[in-house]
Nanobody, 121 residues
């Protein structure tokens, strides 16, 4: 059974930094795109950053220059380094991956359990 496990959320003051990690486990043949979404109360879930299997990245405009997404294919992991955090970054952050399990013909979407990130003084 494939699962994604996240770690690294917490409370920081505005201007602070956090690093989120997400590791995939289970019977995995291939991992394609990986990414991070976030959802603040009363708002829809939005894509924050994504990275494909060739390490091409994409960011929402509001985090460009502050957040960096990276991945380690050997560890089946994706990371989000968040610098200069702002109160508007406060949300639950979810890891996402398009994974092809062993024995399957197509990718399926998988989500982490979510981790709270709060930037507040």
């Amino acid at each position: 059974q494939v699962q994604l496990v996240e770690s690294g959320g917490g409370l920081v003051q505005p201007g602070g930094s956090l690093r989120l990690s997400c590791a995939a486990s289970g019977s995995i043949f291939r991992i394609d795109i990986m990414g991070w979404y976030r959802q603040a109360p009363g708002n829809p879930r939005e894509l924050v950053a994504s990275i494909d299997s060739n390490s091409s990245t994409n960011y929402v405009d509001s985090v460009k220059g502050r957040f960096t997404i990276s991945r380690d294919n050997a560890k089946k992991s994706v990371y989000l380094q968040m610098n200069n955090l702002k109160p508007e970054d406060t949300a639950v952050y979810y890891c996402y991956a398009a994974i092809r399990p062993v024995g399957r013909l197509y990718d399926s979407p998988f989500w982490g359990q979510g981790t709270q990130v709060t930037a507040s003084s």
